[in-house]
């Protein structure tokens, strides 16, 4: 099995900075992209950033410039440092990956973690 982790959000005031970590773990062959979901209150999940096994990243334009994702291979590890946090940056953020799960013959699948709040008050 595979679950991935999520840590770090919270409460801050805009203009703040916070850290989202995940953590995936359990029976991993490989993981492909990595990436960060954001799911405001009322609307639909959305693509924030992501990361290639390589390192290529991709951001949403809103997001450009304020947030970094980064990824560590050896820890299985994705993040997700948000600067100059706004308003409209609040929601619940969630973590995907396509990760291998070797057991019972091997397949690739689309892993989401639990979500973490983060609320940026105005």
């Known amino acids: 099995q595979v679950q991935l982790v999520e840590s770090g959000g919270g409460l801050v005031q805009a203009g703040g900075s916070l850290r989202l970590s995940c953590a995936a773990s359990g029976t991993i062959g490989s993981i492909k992209a990595m990436g960060w979901y954001r799911q405001a209150p009322g609307k639909q999940r959305d693509v924030v950033a992501d990361i290639g096994s390589g390192g290529s990243t991709n951001y949403v334009d809103s997001v450009k410039g304020r947030y970094t994702i980064s990824r560590d291979n050896a820890k299985n590890t994705v993040y997700l440092q948000m600067n100059s946090l706004k308003a409209e940056d609040t929601g619940v953020y969630y973590c995907?990956?396509?990760?291998?799960?070797?057991?019972?013959?091997?397949?690739?699948?689309?892993?989401w973690g639990q979500g973490t709040q983060v609320t940026v008050s105005s």
């Open positions: 995907n990956a396509k990760i291998y799960d070797y057991t019972g013959g091997g397949a690739w699948g689309d892993y």
